[in-house]
């Protein structure tokens, strides 16, 4: 069996129209029918013409045998209508279809694929998970014929190839001692005026163990109140913090977009990764516009174990991350770099303690320090 894969040209658009109809026949009797069994020939004619779609033709032994369409959509390629006739199944021509995809993505630098499943179709989902996908989000769309229906997103991102450096974020990029103080005084002062703390702001403490979970902050600043009052604490504390961001009390470390943008323009995946929570991280994410470099940041609270080797890993499967580095202050830092076979970088910042700096690969003073660290490794 001989199979070619190319993009169609417009002459070969009839033939994957016609894969997807018999492909999608079989979805005709549904609740809600495929909208791929009624998708008139002039649609798929019209997103080509206008270069908003483009597709590929898979051919067995020269006879056309499957399709599938895409897009380019942001900083991903966005397939659909994956096709294969009935009596080709088997034979792989849909994983084969799809890594042509993964390879076109490659050859133009994009990191990510993504498409829509029904969610009612788990034999779908499945193929899908078994060659790297994750469903990353579930909703009820409008398909084209104006039905509601269940679906499922799905992504995959490409390996990696590029040296990833995962940073925290307090106490390594964020000066987060600029707003610690107030929100945190605001927060017990909130407790005092309701009876639930007598003694003063316990500033010294949190210093001790900031960059800990945030269970563990509050049982050992609360060690005597139930989850419900620590609860309420950690509430007020991020509102004040958030607060404090937005009207620009904070401050990055020095030198921090130069480094980003340096790191960045030399070709480095640039993640990260914190154990605050998401609405905190992208408060600091969304002022200081680290969007611009950072390719995605992520919150602790993504991981049910709490552990920053943890999210870590998860960043490193997502991601297919082959060799990389984690920049940090603390110890929750250098050990989630050397459990994923990644440089321990520590930062020795206002919050670092030289103990847990000892176990790093490198200790850094500054963040421009950290350019010809990498570019050695």
């Known amino acids: ?34 909208s791929a069994v009624t998708e008139p020939l002039d649609q798929l004619l019209n997103a080509y013409r206008s270069g908003e779609e483009q597709a590929i033709l898979c051919l067995v032994d020269g006879v056309p045998a499957g399709s599938v369409r895409f897009k380019l959509k942001g ?7 994956l096709s294969v006739k009935p009596e080709k199944r088997g034979k792989g021509l849909a994983k084969a279809m799809l890594a042509w ?9 994009i990191k990510k694929i993504e498409c829509l499943v029904r969610a009612e179709l788990p034999e779908n989902i499945q193929l899908y998970e078994s060659i790297g996908f994750q469903v990353t989000k579930t909703e009820v769309a409008t398909n ?13 991102y490409l390996n990696c190839e590029e040296f990833a450096i995962i940073f925290d974020m307090d106490g390594t990029l964020f000066q987060t001692d600029k707003i610690l103080e107030t929100a945190l ?50 509430e007020i504390f991020h509102e004040q913090l958030i607060r404090h961001i937005q009207e620009g009390n904070g401050a990055l470390y020095p030198n921090t977009i130069e480094m980003l943008q340096s790191l960045k323009e030399k070709g480095y995946e640039l993640i990260i990764a914190s154990n605050g929570q998401t609405a905190y991280l992208q408060a600091i994410v969304s ?8 390719t995605q940041t ?24 082959t060799k ?35 176990q790093a690969d490198y200790v850094i003073n500054d963040l421009l320090e950290l350019l010809p660290i990498v570019q050695k490794a």
């Open 287 to 294: 002022y200081y516009r680290l969007d611009c470099w950072v």
């Open 185 to 234: 005084h605001d927060t017990f002062e909130y407790l005092r005026e309701r009876e639930l703390w007598s003694k003063k702001t316990p500033i010294d403490t949190y210093r001790k163990i900031i960059g800990v979970p945030l269970p563990d902050v509050w049982a050992t600043l609360l060690p005597n109140q139930p989850v419900t009052v620590r609860n309420k604490a950690n």
């Open 75 to 81: 900083q991903a390629l966005y397939f659909s209508r």
């Open 324 to 358: 990389g580095a984690v920049v940090g202050d603390r110890l929750s830092d250098i050990e989630a770099a050397k459990c994923n076979g990644f440089l321990a970088i520590g930062c020795r910042f206002e919050f670092a303690q030289e103990d847990e700096l000892a």
């Open 101 to 109: 995809l993964e390879n076109y993505a490659k050859d133009y630098e």
């Open 144 to 156: 084209p014929n104006g039905f509601s229906v269940p679906v499922a997103t799905m992504e995959k």
């Open 1 to 34: 069996m001989k199979t070619d894969i190319h993009l169609a040209a417009e002459e070969h658009l009839f033939d994957v129209h016609r894969m997807m109809r018999e492909a999608f026949e079989e979805y005709r009797n549904l609740v809600v029918p495929s």
């Open 298 to 321: 992520f919150s602790i609270e993504r991981i049910a174990t709490m552990k920053k080797s943890d999210l870590v890993a998860a960043i490193k499967k997502k991601y297919g991350i």
